[in-house]
């Protein structure tokens, strides 16, 4: 059995995902439903989404909707209550250096920089919000995480990246990169990070097991994870969102590393 919430985990916040955990596997043992002991950090994280005992993990929604929907079933979405957003949605953020311009489309032929070409906040949204405003990211730089971004814009080795924003959050509390960065716009919403159990699996009680951990978690263990309440969002939701070309398709050039 297997149990693992990658997406937003790092040291400053390990110990509240724990505690999370503990409750909704607490709940689902109450109803029966066997859970592991522990999270899972070990495991990789595209294996550990398409394992046949995933418990309860956390993906990505565009290798959701690409790669993993027939392969999954979802359980739910937190909510971050992130401004002028639905429940359970999030968006990307832009972020460049404080003394560079205000206006995302004036970086199409610099360097943008991104976390994986697989993330729907790093890559997909930038792309859509490029193609509906008239231009693209022509020079992306891949860096292989969001904290990875933020710092190469900080220090001058790429110009701009869309984090998502749950992700800025932590980079702005914890990571010294962010004190260089200014926010300059914001992606469409889109629905978030999803939490999935193994395909087949009735997520029923799964569901109720997320929201009586998510009304139970302390107060401290809440504002360390920055959750304001749980959302049910259908896959449909999911598989709505357009996906962009990769970045090769997209520049007609390979993504320098």
């Known amino acids: ?79 971050f209550g992130l401004a002028d957003t639905p429940a359970g949605h999030y968006r990307s953020v832009f972020v460049a250096r404080h003394d560079d311009a205000e206006d995302a489309a004036s970086y199409a032929d610099r360097h943008f920089a991104f976390n994986d070409e697989s993330s729907h906040s790093g890559w997909a949204a930038p792309q859509l919000f490029a193609k509906r405003n008239g231009f693209s990211f022509r020079n992306p730089t891949l860096t292989g995480a969001h904290r990875q971004s933020a710092a190469a814009v900080a220090s001058g080795k790429a110009d701009i990246a869309a984090l998502d924003e749950v992700s800025w959050r932590f980079i702005r509390a914890h990571d ?56 049910h969002i259908p896959l449909s939701d999911y598989l709505a969102v357009p996906t962009p070309p990769g970045p090769g398709q997209a520049t007609g050039d390979t993504p320098e590393s």
């Open 1 to 79: 059995m297997i149990a693992s919430f990658p997406m937003y985990d790092r040291p400053e916040n390990a110990a509240a995902h724990d505690a999370l955990w503990s409750l909704i596997r607490d709940a689902l043992r109450d109803e029966g439903v066997p859970a592991p002991h522990a999270l899972d950090r070990e495991i990789d994280i595209v294996t550990g989404w398409g394992h046949p005992e995933l418990v309860f993990g956390q993906i990505c929604g565009l290798p959701l909707r690409r790669d993993f929907h027939d392969r999954v079933e979802v359980i739910g979405t937190l909510d």
């Open 176 to 231: 010294k990169a962010a004190q260089a960065l200014k926010v300059i716009g914001r992606t469409d919403a889109s629905p978030g990070l999803a939490f999935i159990a193994a395909k087949g699996t009735d997520t029923t009680a799964h569901f109720r097991a997320l929201k009586t951990a998510v009304g139970t978690l302390s107060d401290a263990d809440r504002h360390a994870l920055g959750i304001r309440g749980l959302a």
